[in-house]
């Protein structure tokens, strides 16, 4: 992908080939075109295809070329706001379908994968967001509490029990959410491609939509190479949006996060560290992530772009850091590195937009799309069918708007995290 080994690292390394596609050439028909080749375009097209709907998919790079492509692999359940405030903002209604559809969603990844027998090194597990200090234990203890009033399948770990599932004693304790676990993020795509092509729809890489407009009572996406005329367009080009749905990422922070990949740990390392492969984060305000690949690989990743003075700084820490949490891996070299653009929301939450009849997407994920993206696929898919009206969204139409000082905001994350870890203290 792209030849550049530090866009998606580990999981070009590791992921199946993608499917065979090609760019659009010449003028095609669907009823519906999707812009965007990650999680919410590839679930919007395999859902309407699997129903009988004609999908054109249009990806301007290659399939999981976006944040699909590059991420941690942490199928999380729910958003990063707590459960209880989530009614607060979007009303008791919209909020109790969202977190309904989101506290589930990870569930829904693993039917999918399970159905489409999708080879991407899905993990069951659960996860575990631990806690540093004891600001961090009141936190994941409020929001287990109120996840668990929700029915969900999670409970609080000690910090002996965390350190021995994590094999690190630096967290005071942790929330293990059973609905939750990880994946093989481009591959997870990859697979969701080969399913949708599989299922009918076609999809066509190289092809950025450039612009749009309406014929009659159709509209026309054009590229480069040729146009689709359809009844319906599904925004799903997210943060990396470019062209006629640009607008999607004005509406967001830019996070940079970044990982780095170890070699395969030994037989030794691996019976300490993470030995039932849950995906760990922690509750620091510069978080770090840390989860297991297939192949023993511990991918270790923190808030950071690793481009200019970033990348000496980040790695530097990276290396620190590792010891400092796992001094078990002294001397273990990393192996790939890479980074990605998360976008932020100014309340976290994720939209739903309708640009114009019959131009509708869901965006803004907040660092958190494997699961969401999946259902807002799904979800999309079922609206454009005419299966679930709008008002039964699980979210309500929102005005795309532009975050004032979004690129400040931006610029000022990415030397927080710098000047943060050239500092250099962890705990
Ligand atoms: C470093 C990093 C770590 C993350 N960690 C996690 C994690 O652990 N768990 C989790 O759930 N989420 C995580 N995320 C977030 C997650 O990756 C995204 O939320 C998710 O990829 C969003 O899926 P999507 O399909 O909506 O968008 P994307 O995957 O970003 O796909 C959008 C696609 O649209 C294409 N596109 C843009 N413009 C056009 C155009 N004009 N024409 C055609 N195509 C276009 C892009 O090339 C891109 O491929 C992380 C993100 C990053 C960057």
Same mark, same amino acid.
């Given at each position: 992908?792209?030849?550049?080994?530090?866009?998606?690292?580990?999981?070009?390394?590791?992921?199946?080939?993608?499917?065979?596609?090609?760019?659009?050439?010449?003028?095609?028909?669907?009823?519906?075109?999707?812009?965007?080749?990650?999680?919410?375009?590839?679930?919007?097209?395999?859902?309407?295809?699997?129903?009988?709907?004609?999908?054109?998919?249009?990806?301007?790079?290659?399939?999981?070329?976006?944040?699909?492509?590059?991420?941690? #692999?942490?199928?999380?359940?729910?958003?990063?706001?707590?459960p @209880?405030?989530?009614?607060?903002?979007?009303?008791?209604?919209?909020g109790?379908?969202l977190?309904?559809?989101?506290?589930?969603?990870?569930?829904?990844?693993?039917?999918?994968?399970e159905?489409?027998?999708?080879?991407?090194?899905?993990?069951? $597990?659960? +996860?575990?967001?631990?806690?540093?200090?004891?600001?961090?234990? /009141?936190?994941?203890?409020?929001?287990?509490? $109120?996840?668990?009033?929700?029915?969900?399948?999670?409970?609080?770990? @000690?910090?002996?029990? +965390?350190? &021995?599932?994590?094999?690190?004693?630096?967290?005071?304790?942790?929330?293990?959410?059973?609905?939750?676990? +990880?994946?093989?993020?481009?591959a997870?795509?990859?697979?969701?491609?080969?399913?949708?092509?599989?299922?009918?729809?076609?999809?066509? +890489?190289? @092809?950025?939509? =450039?612009? &749009?407009?309406?014929?009659?009572?159709?509209?026309?996406?054009?590229?480069?190479?040729?146009? *689709?005329?359809?009844?319906?367009? *599904? *925004?799903?080009?997210?943060?990396?949006?470019?062209g006629?749905?640009?607008?999607?990422?004005?509406? $967001?922070?830019?996070?940079?996060?970044?990982?780095?990949?170890?070699?395969?740990?030994?037989?030794?390392?691996?019976?300490?560290?993470?030995?039932? !492969? $849950?995906?760990?984060?922690?509750?620091?305000?510069?978080?770090?992530?840390?989860?297991?690949?297939?192949?023993?690989?511990?991918?270790?990743?923190?808030?950071?772009?690793? !481009?200019?003075?970033?990348?000496?700084?980040?790695?530097?820490?990276?290396?620190?850091a590792l010891?400092?949490?796992?001094?078990?891996?002294?001397?273990? /070299?990393?192996?790939?590195?890479?980074?990605?653009?998360?976008?932020?929301?100014?309340?976290?939450?994720?939209?739903?937009?309708?640009?114009?009849?019959? *131009?509708?997407?869901?965006? #803004?994920?907040?660092?958190?799309?494997?699961?969401?993206? &999946?259902?807002?696929?799904? =979800?999309?898919?079922?609206?454009?069918l005419?299966?679930l009206?709008?008002?039964?969204?699980?979210?309500?139409?929102?005005?795309?708007? /532009?975050?004032?000082?979004?690129?400040?905001?931006?610029?000022?994350?990415?030397?927080?995290?710098?000047?943060?870890?050239?500092?250099?203290?962890?705990?």
């Amino acid at each position: 992908m792209l030849n550049d080994p530090r866009s998606h690292g580990l999981w070009e390394k590791t992921a199946p080939a993608p499917p065979q596609t090609v760019a659009l050439r010449g003028n095609a028909t669907a009823d519906v075109v999707v812009i965007g080749g990650g999680y919410t375009g590839l679930s919007a097209a395999l859902h309407l295809a699997e129903k009988g709907a004609k999908v054109i998919l249009l990806e301007a790079h290659e399939i999981g070329f976006g944040g699909a492509g590059r991420n941690v #692999g942490l199928i999380n359940g729910g958003m990063w706001t707590m459960p @209880s405030e989530i009614p607060g903002v979007l009303g008791p209604v919209y909020g109790e379908r969202l977190l309904d559809l989101l506290g589930n969603a990870p569930l829904a990844v693993r039917a999918l994968v399970e159905k489409h027998a999708i080879p991407c090194e899905i993990e069951k $597990q659960g +996860t575990l967001h631990c806690a540093v200090g004891d600001k961090g234990l /009141e936190e994941i203890t409020e929001r287990c509490r $109120q996840w668990a009033a929700r029915g969900a399948d999670v409970r609080i770990l @000690s910090a002996a029990e +965390t350190a &021995t599932r994590t094999g690190t004693d630096v967290y005071a304790g942790a929330l293990l959410d059973m609905r939750a676990g +990880t994946l093989q993020p481009l591959a997870y795509a990859r697979g969701l491609a080969q399913s949708a092509i599989a299922a009918g729809a076609a999809i066509h +890489t190289r @092809s950025p939509a =450039t612009s &749009t407009e309406r014929t009659g009572s159709r509209w026309l996406v054009n590229t480069a190479g040729g146009s *689709v005329s359809a009844d319906w367009i *599904v *925004v799903a080009s997210e943060f990396y949006s470019t062209g006629p749905f640009e607008a999607v990422r004005n509406e $967001q922070v830019l996070l940079p996060y970044f990982n780095f990949a170890t070699v395969p740990l030994s037989e030794e390392q691996l019976k300490t560290i993470l030995p039932e !492969r $849950q995906g760990c984060w922690d509750t620091k305000e510069i978080l770090s992530s840390f989860r297991m690949d297939h192949a023993g690989r511990l991918v270790f990743g923190s808030v950071g772009a690793l !481009r200019n003075s970033g990348l000496p700084v980040h790695r530097a820490w990276a290396k620190r850091a590792l010891v400092q949490i796992f001094p078990q891996l002294k001397g273990t /070299e990393f192996e790939t590195e890479w980074y990605g653009r998360i976008g932020m929301t100014d309340d976290a939450l994720p939209r739903f937009h309708k640009f114009d009849d019959n *131009v509708v997407g869901f965006s #803004g994920y907040n660092g958190r799309g494997i699961a969401p993206g &999946t259902v807002f696929g799904k =979800t999309v898919a079922s609206h454009i069918l005419g299966e679930l009206p709008e008002a039964d969204l699980p979210l309500p139409v929102s005005d795309v708007r /532009e975050v004032p000082l979004r690129t400040l905001k931006g610029a000022y994350y990415e030397a927080g995290a710098q000047i943060a870890h050239f500092a250099g203290a962890r705990f």
